[in-house]
Structure formats: structure tokens, C-alpha cells
């Protein structure tokens, strides 16, 4: 009977801990900035369930090692040795195959998070290729299990990088500063870097892509939630890297559409702030030998390009 009663206390410790650890993992998404897409889902969700596991394994631990410290401790001034302890087969098997199970159910998660956005299947994580070939690392909602599909994208949209400043290129052909996508609509991002590696990052999308120079770099996203964010680049590229930055607004199909066709007639100067700071003479008592890429100077943006020249 006592032994009975044993194991239904450590059952419901374990019951407890596991609606404490849930709860902890629940409380893991307001950690990460709001989701801005589809594909944010999906790698918040597997990140909610790694914070489950983790505090599920530190309050069991500590759980523990408070209870040894309560029942379990020496009386005072006794300096004896313990009991030597004996292994025990079956709870050998349990830390060794419990913990295995579980990294290989989770690495299995992340292959199929990365299987259903068809960015890591038997291909490339990214696909690098010339213009002259053709091959899109889609990010694509479809069911848990299924087989990658190959949906086109709605809009295709191109976009430069180069030190300092992001442009983007529209299907109609107008160049602007200002990344904008219509929500609830899957858009191709082209991307090309023009002289260092940069890094397409926008917190609240949960992707982040490389650029390299020399190649086209495809990436489908499906925003579906209204709003502005800030475009980073993740790749240190030089003197001014805080300087490379970029507005990203989701909108309407119509507000989207409306923008399209009101842009042209609203040119605008962008300040290059990099132009500033390297106008400005050096702080420093000992002039340096590095070498400062010259950023180009302020661009006109929201503007009809009449050719295909980058």
C-alpha cells in the first residue's frame, strides 16, 4: 500500500510539472515579436514546445535535489559515507533511451518545419542559382506530413542590396526604398547583393536569408498580418552595417494596388545617413589605415525604372 501511495505522488508531481512546463512553453510565444507570417507560425510553435521540454526538465531536476536536500540529508556532525549505490538496469535503459527519443522527435520537427516550408528537403536549404536556371526555395503553407508543393507565387518583387541601402523593384516596374507586400498573398522575393554578402531579416517573419553576389536568391513568404515592420540586414557588411535598414509595410491587396499606382507621382529624395557620417571628420586622435567603402550618394526613390539595369 505504501508503495502504491509512492507512485501515485510521483505521478501527480509529474501531472503538475507537466501543466507548469505547458503553461511556461505557452507563455513563450509573447516572448517573440508578433507573427507576421505564415511560416512565423510554424517556427513558433516548435519553439513554444522546446521551452515546454526544457522547463519540464529543469523543475524536475531542481524538484529533486530540494527534495534529497529535505529528507534525504545527514544529521548534524555526521561524516559517515553514504550507502554505496547499486546500478539499476531498467532506470540505465530510461535516461539513455527517453533522452534519445526525444532529440530524434525533435530533430524530426525541424525537418518537417523545414519540409513544409520547402526550404530543406532532399535539395539545398537555399537554392543558388544564375538567372539562366530556375529553381525557388518556397516557403509554402501545406499540412503536416504532406509532400512539399510547388505553388506559384502571386507577386514577384526584386530586390538590392548593397552597401548601404536595400532597394526594391516592383512588378511594374517601379524602384522604391519601401518594401511592400499585400497580405495574405504568397510574394517572391528576388534577392541579389551586389558587392559583400548581406542578410534579409525582419524579426517578425522568422526567415532569414543570405545574399550572395554573383547569385539569385529566391524566397516565397506569405504575410498575414497588416502593419509595419523593419527590414535588417544579419550579415555584418562593413563600416555602416547599423545604417542598413528598410521600412516594410503588409497592406490590403487594394491599399497595396493603390500604392502601385500612386508611387510614380510622388519621387522623393532618400537621405542616405551613411553619406553623412562619412562626410564627417574622423574622432580620433590617429587616422586608421582601414579601408571605408564611399557610400553612393541619395537616390531618387519611387520612380519608374524605363530599363532592366540594376
Request: charged share 20%; glycine share 4%; hydrophobic share 45%.
Amino acid at each position: 500500500m505504501v508503495k502504491f501511495l509512492e507512485y501515485l505522488l510521483i505521478a501527480g508531481c509529474m501531472a503538475l510539472l507537466l501543466v507548469i512546463s505547458h503553461w511556461i512553453g505557452q507563455q513563450a510565444y509573447s516572448w517573440m515579436p508578433v507573427e507576421a507570417t505564415a511560416e512565423a507560425q510554424k517556427v513558433d510553435s516548435l519553439f513554444s514546445f522546446l521551452v515546454s521540454v526544457g522547463a519540464f526538465i529543469f523543475l524536475a531536476l531542481v524538484g529533486m535535489m530540494i527534495y534529497s536536500m529535505l529528507f534525504f540529508r545527514a544529521p548534524k556532525e555526521d561524516y559517515t559515507e553514504g550507502h554505496p549505490s547499486r546500478g539499476d538496469v531498467r532506470l540505465e535503459i530510461l535516461w539513455t533511451v527517453t533522452p534519445t527519443l526525444l532529440v530524434m522527435w525533435i530533430a524530426f520537427q525541424g525537418f518537417n518545419i523545414y519540409r513544409q516550408l520547402d526550404i530543406l528537403g532532399l535539395r539545398q536549404i537555399v537554392h543558388l542559382h544564375t538567372p539562366v536556371e530556375s529553381a525557388t526555395a518556397y516557403a509554402a503553407e501545406i499540412s503536416p506530413g504532406a509532400a512539399p508543393l510547388k505553388q506559384p507565387a502571386d507577386e514577384t518583387i526584386e530586390v538590392f542590396v548593397k552597401q548601404w541601402d536595400w532597394s526594391f523593384r516592383y512588378p511594374n516596374n517601379i524602384n522604391s526604398q519601401e518594401l511592400h507586400l499585400p497580405v495574405n498573398r504568397r510574394t517572391r522575393l528576388n534577392m541579389h547583393a551586389q558587392e559583400v554578402i548581406h542578410g534579409f531579416y525582419v524579426p517578425e517573419f522568422r526567415l532569414k536569408q543570405d545574399i550572395i553576389p554573383g547569385r539569385d536568391i529566391d524566397l516565397v513568404i506569405t504575410p498575414i498580418r497588416v502593419g509595419k515592420y523593419q527590414l535588417k540586414d544579419s550579415q555584418f557588411s562593413g563600416t555602416y552595417f547599423s545604417l542598413m535598414d528598410a521600412d516594410v509595410y503588409v497592406e490590403p491587396i487594394e491599399k497595396y494596388n493603390q500604392w502601385l499606382t500612386q508611387v510614380t507621382n510622388q519621387p522623393m529624395t532618400i537621405k542616405n545617413q551613411a553619406v553623412a557620417e562619412y562626410s564627417q571628420p574622423p574622432k580620433t586622435l590617429f587616422k586608421t589605415s582601414w579601408y571605408t567603402v564611399a557610400p553612393a550618394e541619395s537616390s531618387i526613390a519611387n520612380q519608374r525604372k524605363v530599363s532592366n539595369d540594376t
